[in-house]
């Protein structure tokens, strides 16, 4: 399997949903099912059904976060020297072209991607557009309602 990109918040937010899962999620639905079994029958006990899928995605969850880590290439931001260039963990301040309004988006992987925050995906096409460009550079950015443009202002490593 490939390496999995994380920034170092994005692998310390994935240990700390990790610890959770495994120290307060898994013994709440062990309880409960053990609960639901004292009721008696299992065949018609919505209470054990619901347990029981709880389970399942909360050892799914277990193991697709321990995959992640385990194939995680963690990068720490303040540690790159990409010569101005935007790369991955780099945060980018960009103007519409159109607009003029300015953004600042930081380049993380998939799992700690959120917009509201200004992460955005390396696999997004805003991210695709901007690596390896430099600060004045133009990005284009193909989006359902046309071809955007970016003009990069300023790429820092923080």
């Given at each position: 399997m490939s390496k999995i990109p994380?920034?170092?918040a994005g692998a310390a937010a994935l240990r700390a949903e990790l610890h959770h899962l495994k120290t307060v999620e898994r013994p709440t639905v062990i309880a409960a099912i053990t609960e639901?079994?004292?009721?008696?029958?299992?065949?018609e006990n919505a209470e054990y059904d619901a347990a029981?899928?709880?389970?399942?995605?909360?050892?799914?969850?277990i193991l697709e976060?321990?995959?992640k880590l385990g194939n995680a290439q963690i990068i720490d931001p303040s540690l790159l020297d990409a010569d101005g260039r935007c790369v991955f963990g780099?945060?980018?301040?960009?103007e519409d072209m159109d607009s003029g309004q300015t953004m600042t988006y930081q380049i993380v992987?998939?799992?700690e991607s959120d917009i509201k925050i200004g992460k955005i995906s390396v696999s997004s096409p805003v991210?695709?557009?901007l690596i390896g460009k430099y600060a004045g550079d133009i990005a284009e950015v193909e989006a359902p309602s046309g071809v955007?443009?970016?003009?990069?202002?300023?790429?820092?490593?923080v």
């Open positions: 994380l920034t170092i639901a079994r004292s009721h008696g029958d299992l065949s029981k899928d709880r389970q399942g995605f909360v050892e799914g969850r976060i321990e995959n780099s945060t980018v301040t960009l992987g998939d799992d991210a695709r557009a955007r443009e970016y003009e990069i202002i300023k790429v820092e490593y």
